[in-house]
Every structure is written in C-alpha cells, then in structure tokens.
DNA sequence: AGATATGCTGAGATTCGTTCTCAACAAGCG
DNA sequence: CGCTTGTTGAGAACGAATCTCAGCATATCT
C-alpha cells in the first residue's frame, strides 16, 4: 500500500483543537500567534503544514480571504458542501446546496465545459451582529 | 456631489485596452508584461491602480486564483453576474444566474442572515482544451 | 525498555504578489 | 500660459506562504 506514513504529534493536535475552538475562519498566522499566546512554541511553517493537511483529510475547509489569506475552518459536516459567513463575527454555518450543486453541472454543460467545479460562499451579517449593530 | 476628480491618462485606457484584448482572466503582472512588450513603459503600480479602478467601476471583475493571484477581466455585462471560467486556457463565460440569486436570498434568510452577498464561480474545462488534451 | 531510522519540526531565509513612498510630471482649468 | 492637483513610476516596504536543513521525536523493531 502506499499509505502516507503519518505521524501523530502534539503540534498537529494543537492546531486541531485550536481551529475547533475558534467560531469561524481563521488565518494559519491567527492560530499560530492564538497558539503562541497560549504558551505553545509551536512554528508558523508547522501550522501551514497541520492545516494544509487537515484540509486535504478533509476536517478543515479552506477558503481565501478577499485580502489574499488563506482561511480555515474546522469541518464536521462530510463531502461536498458550502459555507454561510457572518462578515463581522465570523460565525458560520454549514450549507448543503443541492439546486446550486444541479445549476453548476447544467450551466457547465450547456458551455461544453466538463470536470466542473465550482466556489460558492455565502456572506451576510447574522441576527446578533445585525441587532448590535442596530 | 462628491464626484472624485478623475483623470484621463494614456496609462488608463492601455490598460483598459489590453484588458479587453485578453481573451479570459488575467492577472496584474501579465498584464504589465504584456504592456511592456508592446513597448509601453507604463509602471506596475500603475497597472494595479488602473485595475482596481476599473474593478470599482464596474468596468472590470476580479477573482482570486487558487494561489493567491488578483486576477481580472474586462467585464462587458452590467450588474450582478457569474462566471465560468476554463481551468486551462482561462476562457470565461459570463452568467446569469437567477436560481443562484434566489437560493442565496432563501438560505441567507432561514438562518436569519441578511445583507446577503455571495461568491458563486465555476471552474471546468472548456471544449478546445479538453479536445486538447485528450 | 532501549536502540534506530525516518518523518516532523521550527527559525530564518526566500519567493512572490501587492501596496506604499515620494519626487517629477502632466491633465484640466482659469 | 501658468497654476493646481491628481497621476505616474522606480524602488522600497510589506505580508503571506513556502523552502531549507540540522536537530529532534515518534513509531517500530529487538
């Protein structure tokens, strides 16, 4: 077999538990600098490391920031789903989208385009930011 | 009003100009490359700020690529629309996207988010390139 | 438990895209 | 034509992400 020899370290649990703790997308550099604040010695590279790997298990989703950042979030909902994003707390929600999931393999068909794949994220401001902001 | 006070520069409408030449998206630098081989002597900065212009002006769109590039495109349809873009060759297609729109509202209001705003892009393989590669 | 091989770690350097600085310049206006 | 002021462009600065590589820790073997 050509299992990837993974080894289970201390670091990459602290990234685990760091990204379930925080309530929406964070940057690897936030978490590295919420590790560090907790007393980890944890390394940035590391962080990079655990959260691209976390991504590609598929327990973390990955989405860029409009400013050019990666952001991460741990992901409990499985396969292939969507994300509802509070603009100001960050709060997110888990969206499954069957219609767009349909309207994207149509649309993409109807252009001669195959192996699509699509983006689709939603942002709004939720009910308490909305009522603090008010 | 407070109109801001905008000049009309050579610089703006080459860009403007080999913007709308690209065939799909592209991103700053090559822009700025291709300007300089063509003998202009326009700066980099100058292109990003011409960029962002025309992007604020509705003039053009821009996206992200996976790897963290601002890419842009001359953007012919007015108001709100998608995009599908070939993974290989950069073609794009504009789109409408009503069901889309309608199902961003729907699912933005049920978990009591509003000023819902949405990122909706399709990637696939266009027709010649899959052609192509085949 | 102790020894060992190899994947993992982390500080810092590096790459690359983007923005900033600032002096020189030119568009638009009277 | 001359002035005012936004614009330009070269290079510096910045920031995110990746790479390097020697030291270390984990899983495994004995």
């Known amino acids: 077999m050509t299992a990837a020899p993974k080894r289970n370290t201390w670091q990459r649990e602290a990234v685990r538990a760091a990204l379930a703790e925080a309530r929406g997308f964070v940057s690897a550099q936030e978490l590295h600098q919420t590790l560090r604040d907790q007393g980890s010695t944890i390394g940035l590279a590391t962080v990079y490391r655990a959260l691209a790997g976390l991504a590609e298990g598929g327990e973390a989703d990955s989405l860029q920031s409009p400013d050019g950042e ?65």
Do not use: K
């Open 70 to 134: 990666n952001r991460f979030r741990s992901c409990s909902m499985q396969g292939h789903h969507h994300h509802l994003v509070c603009r100001i707390c960050g709060e997110t929600r888990e969206l499954e989208a069957r219609v767009v999931e349909e309207w994207a393999q149509r649309v993409g068909a109807e252009h001669g385009f195959t192996e699509i794949d699509h983006v689709v994220d939603l942002y709004g401001v939720c009910e308490r930011c909305r009522a603090r902001a008010a």
